[in-house]
Structure formats: structure tokens, C-alpha cells
């Protein structure tokens, strides 16, 4: 190991270690304040104090995570979005984890800290002494292991030693130290596994009740649909029929009206189940699958789409329906509200996540809370336990990402 | 006239028979699926043959496919698909070969007989036959060049890109031949397309501006 290798280390170290010990007073400070507020709920007044502290409380973390994460050379993934309400708030697995580690990280830190000082200034202490023995007042010299330092033999022959042996202990220790400390951090902060499990589970939980909820109201769409519009028309038109039938021989005329009149009933009716077929599995989808059907929407796209389509193998059929509706739907936006003069539509397939990416080049300010369209999409994916990430600053450009597991 | 008709699902190709033999014409063969399409109109050379998108095995867009190959094998024979949707992607592909004689319709439009024996006819004859709802998604989707033609000459436009002679038109309009004509002139001047007068040719034209 190089000579500036090794001082890297010993700064960065020692870096770490003066942190720690800044969290670590702060950790100290924070928890009367936190038990303060805790208390103060039962006066009601906690119950607005507490939320910010909390969120404030993970920011910290978050920041601790990456500290504890960077010096370990991995991630700790922190915080995602925190919910404003205290109960909540106090939900949350992550706002535990950050209560739990708040007492390890103001003792631990402040000791290790406190040990990080030590060793950085015991070195820089035991040389001092043995080469500046003399600045001493003759009375009080310094004293290596009860042997004073009172001449250059005394300071070459138990000084210069001493030094030596302090030093190497901080260049061994200092690092040690601090590793050790991340690693309580970062064990205290990570997602242990079993974490990882309920959380999984309790989206999956979330997303099954979405999903059966999305396929109860599609299923009583199409009953709704088929019921009040094509069922309604075939009775119609059998009641012409039969009219007609009765009619035969008395009114030519009127039979040629009524025939008429149920041709044209049977056409309202097809053009009807045409469109509630469309809506349960877009027929060029089961055509010609994920690609064509995509390529097809990008033709017909007002705005001008730049299309490209990796390897996608087998997809399940709900999946691309899903991802078919997505895409159809944000090239409908683009063209409605975001002026672009050109789109990105990229589908690609990681193993086993599908991933579908549309970019205009328009105005964004896409607001979620507005229009129902972002929205859909979000319930349409859920179902399939997947997301959606929307980027739209003011000013553009509007970005929008699908993420869905297609795995088996 | 000679037909073949391709289509699996027996009620409905009953009454496509029922109705083109009590309109006079003669279907020479009735087939289920896109190999048994070739070998019948190598054998029988049709005037016009009958598709249906969906066929065995796949129930995906055969149809398509089997005209595409039946008109490599024999140019420019006279084909109209039908099919429950319509997709402007299809109507590009069958027309891409450059020949006349193509209709793809929706099915909806067996049951205005005399239009689709009429269409029926004008494929048989090497024009064209595209179902207006083709053209409507066309229509949408290159809107803003087309901005600069009138109410009476977007009319025009679409019935044209369906197919339609002039003499066509004009009945279908209520107007005069010339004045179908001159908006016609006015249209291919508009979008800057060479002026057409046959049939097929004017529609491909048409179709390849609004593509």
C-alpha cells in the first residue's frame, strides 16, 4: 500500500470519525426532544410537533445511510415518499427503524467519535513530545511509561518508540473503528430481510385487493356495457322483425321501413361490440402482439413518434394490454396538451421487468391531481403490481416511465 | 361473377353465399383456411375471392397474410378482406403491392347489400374498396395539411380514398359530375398530389399522401 493510499485512509477515517461524533451529540440532543414530544401528545400539541420531527428525523437517516453506505462501498436504500400524519407516519417500518437507531447512534457515535479523536491526536501528541522534550518546563517533562523526557537520549530512546507504536495503532485502529461503527449503523438502518419480506408481502396484499378490485369493475363494465347497449339493440331489432313480419302482407311500405330501421339497429349494434371488444383486449394486440400493435399506435399518432422496441419474447396477455393502454394513452396526452413536436416511445424487456418509456419534448406541468389520465394508467398497473414514474417539471420535457414484472 | 369465399365460421359464410348467389353470382368454392385460399384459386381463378382476417389456426390476421400471398403468386388478383375491426396498418400492407383490386371492409357493410355488391364489383374490376372508417383513422391523424380544404372537398376526399369514381360521387353527393371534378382538381392542386384519373391509382395516391 502506497504511503498516500494509507493517509487517504487514515483522512477519510478520520473524517468519519469527527461525523460521528457531531451525529452523535446531535443524536443525544434529539432524543429528550423527540421522549418532549412524545409526552406533549397526550396534550394533543405533540401530535403537530412530532410529524416534522419524524420527517426530519429521516432525512437525517437518509443521510446517515448514505455515509454508513458509502464507507462500506454499498447502498442503503432510505426513505421513499413519508405520509404527513403521525399514526401514519408511525406506521411506517422505516420510521421505526429510525427510532431504534437513534440511541445506538448518539452513544456509539459519540464514543466512537470520542475514539477517533483520541487516536488521531495521540500521534500527533507522542511525536510532539519526543521532538520538541525541550519546549517542556524543566519541572514537568513529559513522561514516557514513568521515564521522563528530559534529554535527546531520553526522547530518541523512549519518545521516538512510543511515537512509532502510537502511530501504527492509529493507522490500524482508526479505520477499524470506523468501519465498525458503519457497519452498526448500517445494520440498524438497512431493511433487514425479514423487513424486506413484510414489506414485499404488504404491497403485494395492496396490489392483489387493487387487482381484483380493477377485474370486479372491468367485469361489471362490460356487463353494463353489453347489457344496456348491445343486448337493448338486438331486442330492438327482433321487435322490428317480428312487426314486420305482421306487417307482410298489409303495408309494404311500412315493412320497408322496419327492415330499414333494423338494419340499421344491427349496425349501431356491431359498431358497439366492436368497441366494447376493443376495450376488453385491443384486437391488434392479440394480432400481432406487443410490436405491431405498438407500431400500429405510433402510426396513427398525430405527434410524431420515434419507436424502438427491443427483444421482448413471451408476454403474459394482461401485461401487454396493460402496456399497450399505457403508451396509447400517454401519446393521447401528448397530443392533447403537451405541444410536443416529436415523441420517444422506448420498450425494452430486463429479464424479467417490462419497461416502457415515453419522452415528448413538450411543455410538462403534467398535474396528477387534474386529469384522470395519469391516474388510469396508475390503477391499470397496480393491478399487475407494477409502477409509473412521472417527470413533468414546468417547461418540459414530460417523461414517463412503466415498470411491470412479466417474470413466470 | 366467379367468387371464393374464405371464411371458417359457417353461419356467416351461409349468408355471405345466401346473398351473393341470389344477387346472381356464382361462388365457385368455399374454404376454411389460408392453404386451402391458394389452392383454390389456382384451381378456379376467381373473379373475386372473399377474405376473412381471422382464420385457423392462429385466429390472429391470416387473412391478410393469405391475400398478400395469393397476389405474389398472382398479381393484382381481385381480393376483398372483411374483418370485425379495421386497422389502418392492414389497409397499408394490402395496398403496398402497387396493383389495383383490393377492398377491405368491415363486416358491418354486408348488410347495406347493394353497397357491397358494389364495392364487390369495383374490386372485381381492379379498383379499390376501403372502408370509410380507414379512412376516418387516416383522416385524424394528418389532419393539418388537409386544413386548407373545404367542408365539400374533405367529402369528396373521403369518398374518393374509399374507392369511388367520379360519377360515384357525384351521385352519392347530390351533385353534378363537373362539380365533382372540379373539386377533385381543387384537392390533388390543395395537397400537391399529380393529377389521377384511374381509379385504383387515385386512391393510392390518396392513401400514400394521408399515410
New interface residues.
Partial sequence: MTLGGTFRRLRDAAVYSATSLATGLACLLAIPVLLLSGVLCLLQVGVYLLPPQLRWLGRWTDFERRRAGKRLGRTIPGHEVRPRRLPELLAERSTRRDLHWLPAGGFLGTLHGLAGFALTLLPLGALFSAGFWWVFPAGEPATVAGVPLDSWGAALGFGLPQALVVTVLAVVLLPKVADGSAKISARLLARSERDELSERVETLQVSRAGAVDAHGAELRRIERDLHDGTQARLVSIAMRLGLAERELDRDPQAVATLLAEARTGAEDAMTELRGVLRTMYPPILADRGLEGALSAVAARSVVPVELSIGELDEIAAPIEAAAYFVVTEALTNVAKHSGAASVQVTVTRDVDVLLAEVVDDGCGGVDEALGTGVSGMRRRLAALDGTLKVTSPLGGPTRILLEVSCGS | MRIVIVEDNVLLAEGLRHLLTSSGHEVVAWVEDADAFVAAVAEHRPDVSIVD?RLPPTF??EGIHAALRVRRARPGAPILVLS??V???YAGELLSDGHGGVGYL???RV??VEEFLDALQRVAAGGTAMDPEVIA?LL????DPLAALTAREREVLQLMAQGYANGEIAGKLVITERAVHKHVGNIFAKIDLPPSDSGHRRVLAVLAYL?
Fill in positions: 382476417v390472429h390476421d370485425q375491426y386497422e389502418e396498418t368491415l363486416k358491418d348488410a347495406r383513422q385524424t391523424r394528418s389532419h399515410g
